[in-house]
């Protein structure tokens, strides 16, 4: 876990999934380049299942915000690199636990009611460049490419 922890460090991210929780699906948090640099560590690392699955895993990823992202991260990596589609991802709330490992409830408050009032959205935007090229096919979305133009593919 360790391994995947730097790499997620190593990409500008926070290894915390109740970090970014509440604050919707938003490139301030995850986008293209973020999610390219976590493969290539993944690959390196790991191997090519790994990060074969990897790119599954994010393709069915509905809301791409960074408490989803790392939750179903986290749950790929306990399943050796096993990606099974869900019917649906992971919560995009993540309640913190304190020194002793129980559940902050201030904060957990905080982040559901923040979440509640989030409609902030931008999954395809996030992820279907990155997802366009590892030869997942997108049709009919928008998504920011690699020099910050968005773009759109029928």
């Known amino acids: ?12 991210m926070s290894t915390r999934p109740e970090y970014y929780s509440g604050r919707g699906a938003t490139m301030s948090d995850l986008n293209g380049e973020i999610l390219e640099g976590i493969f290539k560590g993944i690959l390196k690392e790991f191997g090519n299942s790994a990060a074969d699955n990897y790119v599954k895993m994010v393709a069915d990823i509905k809301v791409a915000s960074a408490t989803t992202f790392l939750t179903e991260l986290y749950g790929l990596f306990y399943s050796d690199w096993t990606h099974k589609k869900k019917k649906q991802n992971a919560p995009g ?20 009611f923040s979440a509640l009032g989030a409609n902030r959205d931008d999954t395809d935007r996030i992820k ?3 997802l366009k090229t590892h030869g997942v096919t997108v049709k ?9 133009y968005v ?4």
Request: charged share 30%.
């Open 93 to 112: 709330i993540a309640v913190p636990k304190d020194e002793d490992g129980n559940y902050d409830v201030t904060h957990g408050m905080i982040s559901i």
């Open 140 to 148: 009919g979305v928008m998504f920011q490419d690699e020099h910050g």
């Open 151 to 154: 773009r759109y593919y029928n």
């Open 128 to 130: 279907n460049y990155f």
């Open 1 to 12: 876990m360790e391994k995947l922890k730097e790499i997620i460090r190593d990409n500008r």
